[in-house]
């Protein structure tokens, strides 16, 4: 039996340490000596054969082959076993001198001070050496292994039954900040280089990240842990006592687990395995209070107007994005909406010109099938060859542009001293027609026109304006604004081009090859986001608000500050003094009415062309008919009973009955008047349900289908 016992028995490789164990229990309880590795000596058995029990338990192990480290482990179990006992066994118990065992079965035996066989290291009569000046290592890097300097037989338990590492944590004393190897643990992680660690045995390990992370416990609580370290090369979750010192906790230990507390409250719990100290629970990866870097990374594109992601490494290279460590875009539903192209054109290979306005490109975008907040359809475009700069006016017509190229021509030859050399443009009627030819003629300008329908030879000016409109419609699109705002959104497009990286300048900036100056990047915004004006004490009462909530639709350009759309009175502002809420967009404000995205839709609303404007086939139906004055001479116009609806049934009552009159203090004049209408025969008022009220499209906000079945009632068109 003993034979077959020991075939089965190898040394444990740290793989698979319960099935281990089960051999090695199994094997003992063949040998009828197992309850020494259990620890509980039996009532009826004194010390000194408890003591003869366990060295056999020992020896047997020992000598059939277990490794010498497994035996030592078993042996450390059982001497603390004995020093916890208070049942009557010694406490000096213990291997001695004289009753060791054969000296065939010690051979096998190497002391882990001297390094000799036949003995072992407690009794070695050497001098005891440091740890790591030549004394045999543990086969686990001591740093990693969260245990004591002597390993017991709870530790290998501990590190070799543990399902799921990523949940314990071990309370660890000797640790100056929380660290993991797990970067699932973390619900806010920023990557990065934090330097390194130097652990218990003096090796280093890099720091490459860190962040927040949310152990949820088993009793609904959630612990924080903040600065947490990722550090890949450990093996355990440590938890620092002077790190939860630091952020204002107190550590308890005793009777067997250890609590966290704050104030009167105890925040969480744990509990002891062997010798260590742990707490096991889940991780919330769910909530962030911080930008990852993932997060940040969108941010700066949404602020720079949807540029790709190869324009914004190279920003990031020139360190003009602040706190971000590097560049990874997600995926961007705006950018598909508002770039997505066929197979583009051949390039024509040209070089670009070396001065300043030597050739400039221009070209006209237009007729939008929306007029602008300023009423305009068009916009023309200029680009200078060396520098790549773009400027754009938005015009009402194309016959515009002879007056907005003489404003322009001044404006930049004023700027640099240079002159404009050669304009290249379409064949447009607008560059041929009202006197341009002749003015530049006069300034010697020389005209460059392609040939007809052959826009690809404008290569340069026909691809910024895709470019101009594809951002345009990303931000716009992004923010939900009105199609009216396609001008704003262009301008803000061109003033973001002129500060990205151009591959025709090889990663060079527009503006900053014009001005030969750096660009500032810190005032940028998220085009369309809630914005808050001050209000100048002025134009405001001493218990008015101080704040008037707005859309961020530009930048000043010429004049300084932010251009704000007040949509609550539909105007334009201007103003430095603003208060921004990145988070939020306009199209976020229709969720504080109740209006679900997929049940809202935007109608422009003009007037006619013919200057009709649709009738109402019978006006009596509405139900703010009772709010208007109605004239004597009007009264003859009408039918002889007029319907009216109204969705109050305390108003009809108020009407129909002058008994209702005597409960209320206030009666408005309307109900006497409509009530000797009812009485002369002239009007029927009727009950009309809420859902079915045609009034509602006129006094509050209402989706769709409400406003498809209101235009229904009332017979709009």
Sequence with gaps: MAEEGKGKIEKFNGMNFQWWRMQVEDYLYQKDLYLPLVGEKPEAMNASEWAILDRKALATTIGDGISSSTALSVESRGRQNNKQNNRGRSPTRGRSRSRGKSKSKRKTIVCWNCNKEGHMKNDCTEPKKKKGAGGRQSDDEGANMVSSNERTYDDLCLSATVDDNSKVWYVDSGASIHCTPYRDCFCDYVHGDYGHVTVGNGYRCSIVGKGKVKIKLSNGGTLVLKDVRHIPELQKNLISVSGLDREGYFVAFGEKQWKVIKGSMVVARGERVGTLYTLSGTHNHSISLAFTENQKTTLWHHRLGHLSESGMKILHSKNALPGMKNIQLDFCEGCVYGKQKRVSFRRDGKEKK??????????V?????VKSFGGNFYFVSFIDDASRKTWIYAIKQKSDVYHTF????ALVENETGNKVKCLKSDNGGEYRNGGFQEYCSNNGIRLIRTVKRTPQEN???????????????????HADLPLQFWAAAVDTAVYL???SPASALHGGIPEEEWLGKPVNYSFL??????AYAHIDKEERKKLDSKSQKCVFIGYGGDEYGYRLWDYEH???IRSRDVIFDESRLYKHRLQEHGI???????MELDEPEDGQVPRIENPADLDETTDTEIRAGDQQQMPETLNLRRSSRSAIHLAKNSAFHSRTKHIQLRYHFIRSLLEDGQLNLEKIEGNKNPADMLTKVVDRQKLSLCSTLISLR
Excluded at 354 to 363: A, M, P, S
Excluded at 459 to 477: D, F, K, P, S
Excluded at 525 to 530: A, H
């Design 406 to 409: 003489k404003k322009w021509k």
């Design 459 to 477: 290569g340069l000016a026909e691809r910024m304006n895709r470019t101009i409109m594809e951002r345009a419609r990303c931000m716009r699109i």
């Design 365 to 369: 975008c237009g007729p939008t099938t």
């Design 525 to 530: 915004k998220v085009f369309g986001c809630i």
């Design 497 to 499: 081009i002129n500060r």
């Design 570 to 572: 539909n105007k334009i």
């Design 596 to 602: 679900e995205k997929e049940n809202k839709e935007y």
């Design 354 to 363: 070396i001065e300043r306005l030597e050739l400039v490109h221009t070209d």
